[in-house]
């Protein structure tokens, strides 16, 4: 069974960085999209990005658009969501989860239901 | 972006209630529909993917239906280890969407 490890807990400055890594255990990417979720404390969740890694496409949240990068390197089968020009309100916790991906009869990519999550990242934005 | 109003925002119900949450598309998403069951301090966990089908492993008192712009989650006999928050994730368009969550707590 896939699972999806991420990395620890980051403590950052407003204004830095962060970079999350979410490697699948025990299989890879092939024919999966790695989506980011996050979630901030007591509130509900927020789809932030995807990448599809065999396609080399990612889309992201339009309200992120140009802070957040989310990667892939398939020799690896690693995923990576990176964050910049971090704020307090940024502190959340941090999901990848997989969803397959195919195309239906017209040649369109559509993508089955987030199926497996990562275990979380919190990352805390805080002076 | 479609937004999801999922309702009640919280429930409590004896355990053996049927409990029931639902889901407004702001547009047609025809069964693009799926609910998620997060324990606290754990990642969310599928339970319901297009509208109506069971995921694997998860107990058959849980159950969803609709389509189009209205859905319905059920637990058909509430369980102390149903306590959790439920959420409803639209897919047929980018953004995905959640809805804002249901805390269900035991009477």
């Known amino acids: 069974q896939v699972q999806l490890v991420q990395s620890g807990a980051e403590v950052k400055k407003p204004g830095s960085s962060v970079k999350v890594s979410c490697k699948a255990s ?6 999966y999209a790695i989506s980011w979720v996050r979630q901030a404390p007591g509130q509900g969740l ?47 916790v941090y999901y990848c989860a997989r969803a397959q991906y195919y195309y239906d009869r ?13 275990q979380g990242t919190m990352v805390t934005v805080s002076s | 972006d479609i937004q999801m109003t999922q ?69 058909s006999s509430l369980q102390p280890e149903d306590i959790a928050t439920y959420y409803c994730q639209q897919y047929d368009n980018l953004p995905t969407t959640f809805g804002g969550g249901t805390k269900v707590e035991i009477k």
């Open chain 1, 26 to 31: 025990g299989g890879t990417f092939s024919s």
């Open chain 2, 7 to 75: 309702s009640p925002s919280s429930l409590s119900a004896s355990v053996g209630d049927r409990v029931t949450i639902t889901c407004q598309a702001s547009q047609d998403i025809s069964n693009y529909l799926n609910w998620y069951q997060q324990k606290p301090g754990k990642a969310p966990k599928l339970l319901i993917y297009d509208a109506s089908n069971l995921e694997t492993g998860v107990p058959s008192r849980f159950s969803g239906s609709g389509s189009g712009t209205d859905f319905t989650f059920t637990i």
């Open chain 1, 106 to 118: 017209s040649g369109n990519l559509r993508f089955e239901a987030i199926d497996i999550w990562g």
């Open chain 1, 46 to 92: 927020e789809w932030m990005g995807r990448v599809i890694p065999t396609l080399g496409i990612a889309n992201y949240a339009q309200k992120l658009q140009g802070r957040v990068t989310v990667t892939a390197d398939k020799s690896t089968s690693t995923a990576y969501m990176e964050l910049r020009s971090l704020r307090s309100e940024d502190t959340a």
